[in-house]
C-alpha cells in the first residue's frame, strides 16, 4: 500500500490540472509510495473527457472519480473516505509542487507532527515567484515548532502539509461553507498536533495567483455575514469545551471577525 495519499479536488479544469499532475510525475519520491486521487465534482460533460485523456500520460497510481455535485469540501471529505494510505496531502488542482515535495515530507510527518513545506505565490510560470504569508510564517519558524500561535499561518489552509490519517480522524470540511472552511477544518484538527516540523532542502507548494479562483468571487453581503457569525460561533464552542488551545482559538475568531471589513 503506497504511503500518502495526495488529494486533488477539480471543478470545470482547464489545462492547468495537466501542469498540476505533471508535478507528480517528477517526484524524487518512487512512485510506489504514493497514490493521486482525483475527485472531478460539478459539471462533467467534456471534462470527463479531458480527465480520461489525462490518466494514460502518466505512470504513477492514479484513481480518478466524479461526484455529481460541485463544492471543494465535498470532493475532498469523499477523497478522505476513499483513500487508504497513512499520510494525506491537499493539492489544489492548479497548484505545483517542487519535485522533492513528497519525499522531504513524508521524512518529517509522522502522527504526531505535521510536515510543512515553503510555500510561494505565482501566476503564468514558476520563473517568477512572488512571497506568501504562510511562506513567510515558514521562513520564521523553528525547523520543529510546537507553537500553534507562530505557526498559525500554517492552519489556514489545509495544503502544503503531509497530515497522518489519525491527526484527521473524523473530521471533515464543513460543506457549504464559501470560505473559512479550510481553517476551521486545521483549526478541529490542532488538538491532536503536537507540531509542525519544517521539510528539509525547502520543498515548495506554489500558489498559482489565477482570476476567478474561489477566493477572488464577489461576496454576497448577507451570506457573508451568515458565514461569518458562524465560523465565530463555532469557534466560540471549540473556545469552551477547553479542547483547544485558547491563544490559537481566540486568533482564529479574530481572523475571522476582521472579514467584517469586507462587507461593511
Do not use: W
Not at 515548532?145 to 473524523?170: D, G, N, V, W
Not at 486545521?186 to 500558489?207: C, D, I, W
Not at 482570476?211 to 469552551?240: D, P, Q, W
Amino acid at each position: 500500500m503506497s504511503k500518502i495519499a495526495v488529494l486533488i479536488p477539480t471543478y470545470r479544469p482547464g489545462t492547468y490540472l495537466e501542469e498540476c499532475l505533471r508535478c507528480f510525475e517528477s517526484q524524487t519520491l518512487s512512485k510506489e509510495y504514493f497514490h493521486v486521487y482525483i475527485a472531478l465534482n460539478g459539471p462533467s460533460t467534456g471534462y470527463k473527457e479531458y480527465i480520461d485523456s489525462l490518466v494514460s500520460r502518466f505512470t504513477f497510481n492514479l484513481t480518478y472519480s466524479y461526484i455529481e455535485h460541485a463544492g471543494v469540501s465535498l470532493a475532498r471529505n469523499f477523497l478522505i473516505d476513499n483513500s487508504v494510505s497513512d499520510y494525506i496531502t491537499f493539492v489544489d488542482d492548479d497548484d505545483l509542487v517542487s519535485e522533492n515535495y513528497l519525499e522531504e515530507l513524508l521524512a518529517v510527518a509522522d502522527e504526531q507532527f505535521i510536515g510543512i513545506s515553503n510555500v510561494k505565490n505565482f501566476e503564468d510560470d514558476l520563473t517568477n515567484t512572488t512571497s506568501n504569508y504562510i511562506g513567510s510564517c515558514y521562513e520564521s519558524l523553528s525547523r520543529v515548532e510546537k507553537s500553534l500561535f507562530r505557526s498559525r499561518q500554517f492552519y489556514s489552509s489545509p495544503c502544503a502539509k503531509l497530515i497522518h490519517r489519525s491527526l484527521i480522524s473524523e473530521n471533515r470540511f464543513k460543506v457549504g461553507l464559501a470560505l473559512g472552511e479550510d481553517s476551521l477544518f486545521m483549526s478541529e484538527l490542532s488538538n491532536r498536533v503536537s507540531g509542525v516540523v519544517k521539510a528539509s532542502n525547502n520543498p515548495t507548494y506554489f500558489v498559482r495567483q489565477r482570476v476567478g479562483s474561489a477566493t477572488r468571487k464577489k461576496l454576497n453581503r448577507i451570506l457573508e455575514i451568515k458565514r461569518i457569525s458562524y465560523l465565530v460561533l463555532t469557534y466560540i464552542k471549540m473556545l469552551v469545551s477547553f479542547r483547544y488551545n485558547l491563544l490559537f482559538i481566540l486568533t482564529r475568531i479574530l481572523a475571522t471577525l476582521m472579514h467584517f471589513r469586507r462587507i461593511l
